[in-house]
């Protein structure tokens, strides 16, 4: 339950600190003094919009602090701790804070948290029914959610594995539908991967060649200039016997040669000369085998300048480099391959995607029966509180509509449809509640959907805003006991305009504006007994409370809610 409320710069709200304990707790006051800035505040600390309009005109930040008694609560306990939250006292903080400027600041037990992580932990400590939610009761999609929240433990589990038999075949379903479309283009897509395949294979790439080529290409570009002197050189060297060097060299070699042994420099001379020759002869032999080899074959230029192309528009197709291109030749050739054996993993997925259809259609099924069994609960449920809230003679049924046709794609809640339908009076048919349903009655089926809640467990606090809309004289009454009935085993706060729903609360607090130095505030106060007879007077008489017999007929009505509230102590919920 909520122990304590701390707003700060909340619309009219400067400052306010409101203490809870247990029971029905009302907030009453005229109209405009503010009782919604006080649910505005709670659906902000709770995780709702954040809406700067909020802010206190003239401050920068707002912020609301809530304190909560979570002691025993095992749910709640385990979620804390699955976000490393620590709660070692037993109390959950839950704060948030906004600013002019947008900033927005969620902390849970003091520790920083997301947006989702405070909704997600305020889901569990209160639930917060808004003056305009009898809107989801007149909308039939949301009317499955309301019988699937009666749900025991076991029809809960039911609506997992059908959620995730749901997905598991939707995931089979995406998969199949991507193959069937690729099957479509399988062909022309296997040419177009053939053409590339072929492209870089055909080119005979490897690691590094790109490198090479360019080098022996920048040794071509002067293909010209060596050839003219390669083969001018090998000319002089070897060209007829008496113009060549070598044959003159050869002379001048012989005619040293006959006088070296005349003189020492003779011998040294002719020693020089023999070695010039011999190195000249060599060099000779390889300019001629150069010659012989072609390598200045200028058709190699042309070759390698082709290669060079080729590779450079490999490249701006295929990979910045060799390597990418040949790591993208492989990757080509494994989609080729899967596309060859397309047939085979369409017809793999196909019997997967039956199966997994079949799992999906027994579970939707076991669902339905589930809720069939649910819905007769429930229906019997709803008419006892019905009863209880002036609508003895309603007949409340939960309409199933037609199996859906077998070409729908499977849905995570299964294939139920449901419709609310109620019988008003005696005689007439049964029609949906958007069509006949007033807002008194739709305020009372909701207040009867939470009590049916309250009975099964939940959340510690039930926050009613305004739930008596569309009620008045005697139907007030009921409600009023209805409420103090719920609040007998869960704490609940609930802002109403209804004398007799005030006269029952266990706790008043009467909301009031005013101002103070040129500023309009409001503020909140816990009424003494005195207190409360003249605003439930108030209440009663629309003017000012002090009227004579309006707090007369006030003091009676806290008087017999007193009493019941004593009798309600020592009997079981339901009454």
Known sequence: MILSLHIHNIALIEDLTLDFSQGLHVMSGETGAGKSIVVDAVNLVLGGRADRDLIRTGTTKASVEAVFDVSGDVEVMDYLSSQEITCDDGQVTLYREMTSGGKNVCRVCGVLTQLAVLRETAALLMDVHGQHEGRFLMDSRYHLG????????????????????????????RQYARLARENERKQFRMETLKKSLDEIRKAHLKPG??????????????????MHAVRTAHGC??????????????????????????DPKYASLSERTSSAYYELQEAGYEIASMLETNEFDPRRAQQVDQKIDLIRHLKKNYGETIEEILFREKQLQEEYDSLASLDEQLEEVMQRHKKLLSAYRQKAKELSISRHHLAENFERNMMVQLADLGMEKTVFRVAFASPPARQQLPQPLGEDTVEFMISANPGEPLKGLSKIASGGELSRMMLALKSLEAERGGVGCMVFDEIDTGISGHMAQVVAEKMSLIARSRQVICVTHLPQIAAMADHEFLVEKHEEEGRTNTSVHLLTEEERIREVGRMISG?????????????????????????????????
């Open 237 to 262: 060297l070897s060209a007829g016997e008496e113009a060549s060097v070598l044959t003159q060299l050869k002379g001048a070699m012989d005619a040293l040669g006959s006088i070296a042994d005349l």
């Open 209 to 226: 060649e790109d490198t090479e080529l360019e080098k022996e290409q920048q040794k071509l570009r002067h293909n010209g200039k060596i």
């Open 543 to 575: 003017t000012d409370g002090t009227d004579s017999s309006a707090q007369a007929h006030a003091a009676h009505m806290l008087t017999s809610a007193a009493n019941f509230r004593a009798i309600r102590d020592g009997i079981a919920p339901g009454r």
């Open 146 to 173: 309301f019988l699937d929240e009666s749900g025991d433990e076991q029809h809960l589990q039911l609506m997992e594995e059908t959620q995730k038999a749901c997905h598991d075949f939707l995931d089979v379903h």
